[in-house]
């Protein structure tokens, strides 16, 4: 093998191994968002809104429960949206700090219409 191509060996294994921890990063970047509904009627047409962008979860029967991997455009907080038994759109604040680029995961357990619990794990890094 001459010399330039030994030396374009040498600059192009750098760049594949950043162009893959690029990718890794944003494949884990995100907050993992999952609703469970701890009720005893279903949470109808399910939507989480954050900066920029809402997630569809569907309906969520009792006892089941959804996920979603929300990436916000901005500061943003969690906000779960659903139709209760009588139609009524209701939004629910479940908090939270998180920008783009962050990740981790919030667990949201909604029971009669109220958050039951909320836990969260999230991180910049």
Partial sequence: MNKNKRRWWLLA?????????????????????????????????????????????????????????VSPTGESELEVEFKDTAGQTQRLNAGGYFESGYRGSIRVEIKDGQIDKNEQDIKLW
């Fill in 13 to 69: 294994i750098p760049v594949v191994l950043l162009l893959i921890a690029v990718v890794a990063y944003q494949l884990r970047s995100g907050i993992r968002v999952t609703v469970e509904n701890t009720g005893s009627t279903s949470l109808n047409s399910v939507v989480l809104h954050v900066t920029g962008v809402s997630y569809d979860l569907g309906d969520i029967a009792p006892g089941e429960s959804a996920t979603a991997r």
